[in-house]
C-alpha cells in the first residue's frame, strides 16, 4: 500500500488544515499529523491517482507531496551529499572568495552541479584557480562562512539512533567534509583531498578524484558491508553528481536540487528542510533526536 506524505518548512509551515482534509476527502485513506502545521501523512489511500489529486490540490502552496510504499518505510543506511545538502553553501565558491574570486568560481560550480560541465574537469580547473590559498585562510573560511542546513543534524542524529549507518560523501573537500560530518554525527566521510606545500595550496587535488561514480560505488559498497538490500538504503543531494546514487538507492531523494536532479529523483523536496527525509520514513517529530 501507498502512503501520501505532505511536508513543508518547519520555519514557515504553510501546511493548511482545510486542504489537508479536502485532499483526505477527495482521496481516502487515514490521516496522521507527523509533526502539526508542518507534516502529515495519507495512509491507505484509495484513489490511484492520489499523488497527482494531491500534487494539484498544493501547487500553489509551498508543499511537497511524495509518495511512499508503507513497506520496510525505515531506512538502515544514509547517504548524503554536503554542499548545498547538509550546508547552506558550496565551500568550493567560499574559497573563491577568500582570493576574490568568487563569481568566476561560482559559475562553474553551478554549471557543473546542473550537469553542463564535466564534474573532474570542473572540479580540477576551479582548484587550479585557488592556487596560493593559505592553509589558515581555509579554515578560516571553515569557521566563519559555512552554515548548518536546517534539519540535518536530526536526521543523521535521529536515523543513527534507530539503528542507520550514515555516510557523508562528498565531491567537495575532506578539510570541510571530515569537519562538519564530525559535528553533524555522522559515522563517516569521503571527499576531495586538497593538496599543499607548505600550507599554501598547490592548486591540484589527489586521484581518484570523488565523483559521482564513488558516490555510487559508496552506496553499494556500505549496503554490502552492513548486509542491507538496497531498498534499505537511502539517498539525499542536490547536484548532478548525486543522481547515480539517488536513482540507485531505495530511496533517493533531491533537496532542493537543480532542475535534472528534480526531475529524476524518485523523491523531491523543494519546501520542507531534512527533516522530511524523516517524515519520509514515517517518523514523527516526537520520534526525532535533538
Ligand atoms: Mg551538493
Known amino acids: 500500500m501507498s502512503v501520501l506524505v505532505l511536508s513543508t518548512n518547519p520555519a514557515n509551515p504553510e501546511l493548511d488544515n482545510d486542504l ?8 481516502g485513506g487515514q490521516l496522521n499529523w507527523l509533526q502539526q502545521d508542518v507534516a502529515c501523512e495519507l495512509i491507505q489511500i484509495k484513489a490511484k491517482d492520489g499523488l497527482e489529486t494531491a500534487q ?10 511524495n509518495l511512499v510504499e508503507d513497506q520496510k518505510r525505515r531506512k538502515r543506511l544514509l547517504i548524503a551529499d554536503m554542499d548545498s545538502t547538509m550546508i547552506n553553501e558550496e565551500c568550493i565558491d567560499e574559497l573563491g572568495d577568500a582570493l576574490g574570486i568568487k563569481a568566476e568560481i561560482a559559475e562553474i560550480t553551478a554549471r557543473a552541479m546542473r550537469g553542463e560541465l564535466d564534474f573532474e574537469a570542473a572540479l ?20 566563519e562562512q559555512i552554515s548548518y542546513a536546517p534539519g540535518g543534524r536530526v536526521l543523521v542524529q535521529t536515523m ?38 607548505d600550507d599554501i595550496l598547490t592548486g591540484t587535488v589527489a586521484r581518484p578524484i570523488v565523483g559521482q561514480d564513488t558516490k555510487l560505488e559508496k552506496l553499494h ?3 554490502k558491508a552492513h548486509k542491507l538490500d538496497l531498498s534499505q538504503t537511502m539517498a539525499v543531494g542536490d547536484g548532478a553528481n548525486d543522481l547515480k546514487m539517488i536513482k ?9 536540487a537543480k532542475p535534472v536532479v528534480a526531475a529524476e529523483a524518485q523523491y523531491c523536496f523543494n519546501h520542507s528542510d531534512l527533516t522530511g527525509l524523516l517524515f519520509l520514513q514515517g517518523f514523527a517529530d516526537e520520534d526525532f533526536i535533538r
Open 20 to 27: 489537508v482534509n479536502q485532499v483526505k476527502s477527495d482521496i
Open 248 to 256: 540507485a538507492a531505495g530511496m533517493g531523494v533531491a533537496i532542493h
Open 124 to 143: 580540477n580547473a576551479r582548484v587550479k584557480l585557488l592556487k596560493g590559498l593559505p592553509l589558515d585562510r581555509i579554515k578560516e573560511v571553515r569557521r
Open 56 to 65: 494539484t490540490a498544493f501547487a500553489n502552496h509551498a508543499v511537497d507531496v
Open 160 to 197: 543513527r539512533a534507530y539503528g542507520a549507518y550514515t555516510a557523508l560523501v562528498s565531491g567537495g573537500f575532506t578539510l570541510f567534509a571530515d569537519y562538519f560530518a564530525k559535528r553533524i554525527g555522522f559515522d563517516e566521510a569521503t571527499a576531495n583531498i586538497l593538496e599543499f606545500e
Open 221 to 223: 559498497g556500505l549496503a
